[in-house]
């Protein structure tokens, strides 16, 4: 951020470097460090040229730290909203298998069940100290094009379960639009990519492929061990789990202990029906 002038220089990566990161790659060389100013400040009170109170959350979780306080690290996912007049916005996430899913790897004709769930986030900011997730319903689901055109697909019900199908091969964006009951909600998102049709045996072929091929190294000097979340063939999806999550993260966060332990990390590997570990 400060490369453009916005805010001061800071050992680490913040938030406001994310949100800056982000104006560049969508303004391109119209966002130089003449004209930053011109769409983002470093209170975020203006972003993407518009004017506002805004606020972040981090992996889904409210940060209460000033954007250019806040770090960040490889993998995290900041989320950048502006708050509705009422301030009683709520955050928004779709959930699979009670937890927050960022990524989706399908394949055509294949039906997914997600639930979307949010919190109150000035509830967060006041009298309360956790977040209350609460499922959300009323939402509308559906796909947006990078013109930000949105296609509907279903709608959340009572209990804030969707199922929704993608019958084409390629990359989409899954979002929610529209209030829950008077609830203003900052959208839910996640990544799709969905594979061709393939057979059992093409899918037990591609995980058994993967399986072999995957590898991770770790040399000790970082704190971020790279997870892959799908396999090297792009056919298979790829989740992981840790037998010490305090000392290695499923994400493949690493908090460094006093002394040495040993972490098993576990591949979960997936595509279709067929599935292995390693």
């Given at each position: 951020?400060?490369?453009?002038?916005?805010?001061e220089?800071?050992?680490?990566?913040?938030v406001?470097?994310?949100?800056?990161?982000?104006?560049?790659?969508?303004?391109?060389?119209?966002?130089?460090?003449?004209?930053?100013?011109?769409?983002?400040?470093?209170?975020l009170?203006?972003?993407?040229?518009?004017?506002?109170?805004n606020?972040?959350?981090?992996?889904?979780?409210?940060?209460?730290?000033?954007?250019s306080?806040?770090?960040v690290?490889?993998?995290?996912?900041?989320?950048?909203?502006?708050?509705?007049?009422?301030?009683?916005?709520c955050?928004?996430?779709?959930?699979?298998?009670?937890?927050?899913?960022?990524?989706?790897?399908?394949?055509?004709?294949?039906?997914?069940?997600l639930?979307?769930?949010?919190?109150?986030?000035?509830?967060?900011?006041?009298?309360?100290?956790?977040?209350?997730?609460?499922?959300?319903?009323?939402?509308?689901?559906?796909?947006?094009?990078?013109?930000?055109?949105?296609?509907?697909?279903?709608?959340?019900?009572?209990?804030?379960?969707?199922?929704?199908?993608?019958?084409?091969?390629?990359?989409?964006?899954?979002?929610?639009?529209?209030?829950?009951g008077?609830?203003?909600i900052?959208?839910?998102?996640?990544k799709?990519?969905?594979?061709?049709?393939?057979?059992a045996e093409?899918?037990?072929?591609?995980?058994?492929?993967?399986?072999?091929?995957?590898?991770?190294?770790?040399?000790?000097?970082?704190?971020?061990i790279?997870?892959?979340?799908?396999?090297?063939?792009?056919?298979?999806?790829?989740?992981?789990?840790?037998?010490?999550?305090?000392?290695?993260?499923?994400?493949?966060?690493?908090?460094?202990?006093?002394?040495?332990?040993?972490?098993?990390?576990?591949?979960?590997?997936?595509?279709?029906?067929?599935?292995?570990?390693?």
């Amino acid at each position: 951020a400060a490369e453009y002038g916005i805010g001061e220089a800071s050992s680490s990566p913040t938030v406001l470097d994310a949100v800056v990161a982000a104006h560049k790659q969508k303004y391109g060389d119209s966002f130089t460090k003449d004209s930053a100013d011109e769409f983002v400040d470093s209170s975020l009170t203006k972003a993407f040229g518009d004017s506002g109170y805004n606020g972040h959350i981090i992996n889904g979780h409210y940060s209460s730290d000033y954007a250019s306080q806040a770090t960040v690290s490889g993998g995290d996912a900041v989320d950048v909203f502006t708050y509705d007049n009422s301030y009683g916005d709520c955050y928004a996430a779709f959930y699979q298998n009670d937890k927050i899913c960022r990524e989706l790897f399908v394949t055509a004709g294949e039906s997914i069940t997600l639930k979307v769930k949010g919190f109150y986030i000035m509830g967060v900011m006041g009298a309360y100290t956790e977040e209350n997730w609460e499922a959300l319903n009323d939402l509308k689901i559906g796909t947006v094009n990078d013109r930000m055109e949105f296609t509907e697909l279903a709608a959340t019900g009572a209990n804030g379960e969707v199922t929704v199908t993608f019958d084409k091969k390629g990359e989409y964006t899954l979002v929610s639009k529209g209030k829950s009951g008077t609830k203003p909600i900052v959208p839910a998102w996640c990544k799709v990519k969905v594979a061709e049709g393939l057979s059992a045996e093409e899918q037990q072929k591609y995980v058994a492929e993967d399986k072999e091929a995957l590898s991770v190294n770790y040399d000790g000097s970082s704190n971020k061990i790279a997870l892959p979340a799908a396999g090297k063939s792009g056919q298979t999806k790829i989740s992981w789990t840790s037998d010490m999550p305090d000392v290695v993260t499923e994400k493949g966060n690493v908090i460094k202990p006093l002394e040495v332990k040993q972490v098993t990390l576990t591949a979960s590997i997936s595509c279709g029906e067929a599935s292995d570990t390693k």
